[in-house]
């Protein structure tokens, strides 16, 4: 069971806006610790799309966008394409014992 | 050009010990947080611990506490994953990643990834 909580599974058309959520506790998201974002294509290794929140690294397109309120967070993917289809974790810190990363379980977003 | 090359696939038996390596090029090795994650067979993503090779400040996951010990040897640049009594358990990927520089954060995200080391524990 994992610290942070998405859906197992999201699904949308082609064109359509997607958005996969990350719900945390008082001990990490609600702490202030920042969220990040992965897409996990199968076979490859995880690629960062979303850090501190919402920012974006270079190359990732703006189609993808990062928000948190309070404990939860959410990645929206808008103009969905074929491509997109892939495993996304959200990631945080937690301040219980000395301090430990945590991920999401995962969401598989399928491309209609 | 920022690089993390892990050391090639292993296949042990249980009991044994293993020592996975992630090389660092083209970036200040000693200034990055480089952590470890694990990936069981069509699993989640596993956060297991990080490291700052500057001052070989380690944190862990209470999961992996215990279980593996990180390490990192600045002169060379690489960071390390061992283990010392395998389980059929362990057998996963593992992937070595450098975080997002933002001071001595070690909550950042990771945004350079290695190609990832399986290891697979059988008898």
């Known amino acids: 069971q994992s610290v942070l909580t998405q859906p197992p599974s999201v699904s949308g058309a082609p064109g359509q806006r997607v958005t996969i959520s990350c719900t945390g506790s008082?001990?990490?998201?609600?702490?202030?610790?920042?969220v990040h974002w992965y897409q996990q294509l199968p076979g490859t290794a995880p690629k960062l799309l979303i850090y501190?929140?919402?920012n974006r690294p270079s190359g990732v397109p703006d189609r993808f966008s990062g928000s948190k309120s309070g404990t939860s967070a959410s990645l929206a993917i808008t103009g969905l394409q074929a491509e997109d289809e892939a495993d996304y974790y959200c990631?945080?810190?937690?301040?219980?014992?000395?301090?430990?990363?945590?991920f999401g379980g995962g969401t598989k977003l399928t491309v209609l | 050009e920022v690089q993390l090359v892990q050391s090639g696939a292993e296949v042990k038996k249980p009991g044994e010990s293993l020592k996975i390596s992630c090389k660092g090029s083209?970036?200040?090795?000693?200034?990055?947080?480089i952590g470890w994650v694990r990936q069981m067979p069509g699993k989640g993503l596993e956060w297991m611990g990080i490291?700052?090779?500057?001052?070989?400040?380690?944190r862990y996951s209470p999961s992996f506490q215990g279980q593996v010990t990180i390490s990192a040897d600045k002169s060379i640049s690489t960071a390390y994953l061992q283990w010392s009594s395998l389980k059929a358990s362990d057998t996963a990927m593992y992937y070595c990643?450098?975080?997002?520089?933002?001071?001595?954060?070690?909550?950042?995200?990771?945004?350079?990834w290695g190609q990832g080391t399986l290891v697979t524990v059988s008898s």
């Open positions: 990643a450098r975080q997002v520089r933002d001071g001595y954060n070690p909550g950042s995200g990771f945004d350079y």
């Open positions: 083209g970036y200040s090795f000693t200034s990055y947080w």
């Open positions: 490291i700052y090779p500057g001052d070989s400040d380690t």
């Open positions: 008082s001990s990490n998201i609600g702490a202030g610790y920042d």
């Open positions: 501190g929140n919402s």
């Open positions: 990631q945080s810190y937690d301040s219980s014992l000395s301090g430990w990363g945590v």
